[in-house]
């Protein structure tokens, strides 16, 4: 995968308006998050000790932003994964296509946004890790 910042899934620091009355933060479409937003939707209710399942993109990316409570995105390139726990509603996860992904460990009352660069589309996902793999070193030969 290389160390190129674009393909890689990274911690993006967003702007806080520190206030008395409480504190603001914007996400600015490919300001903040290296895209353009074209769709966003939201976790939660996630009972005690559930999971949302792994799949990754072959287009799409993703911006992922704790609004409330705790989570832990697993990340996998395909070579190595890493777990980024998002607790804060400054701090959003950039995840490029062809990522593999799957959050876990949520808290109570924890809510999930989820940014993307596309809009649905079934054919975009890939929901097997054995293809995932095969597609990705594909892609990289």
């Not at 674009?6 to 206030?19: F, G, H, Q, S, Y």
């Not at 479409?29 to 799949?55: A, C, L, T």
Request: proline letters at 4%; aromatic letters at 12%; one cysteine or more.
């Amino acid at each position: 995968m290389g160390n190129d910042k674009l393909n890689t899934a990274r911690l993006i620091e967003l702007p806080k308006i520190n206030d008395p009355r409480g504190n603001l933060t914007a996400i600015e479409s490919g300001i903040n998050v290296p895209f353009e937003v074209m769709r966003n939707y939201w976790i939660y209710d996630v009972p005690s000790g559930m999971w949302r399942d792994g799949h990754a993109f072959k287009k799409q990316q993703e911006f992922i932003v704790a609004l409330s409570g705790s989570f832990d995105v697993v990340v996998n390139d395909g070579e190595q994964e890493q777990t980024f726990h998002l607790s804060r509603p400054q701090i959003g996860l950039y995840i490029p296509c062809m990522t593999w992904r799957h959050i876990n460990n949520f808290s109570t009352n924890s809510v999930a946004l989820i940014l993307t660069s596309t809009y649905y589309d079934s054919k975009d996902y890939i929901e097997s890790f054995e293809e995932y793999k095969s597609l990705k070193y594909e892609k990289t030969e």
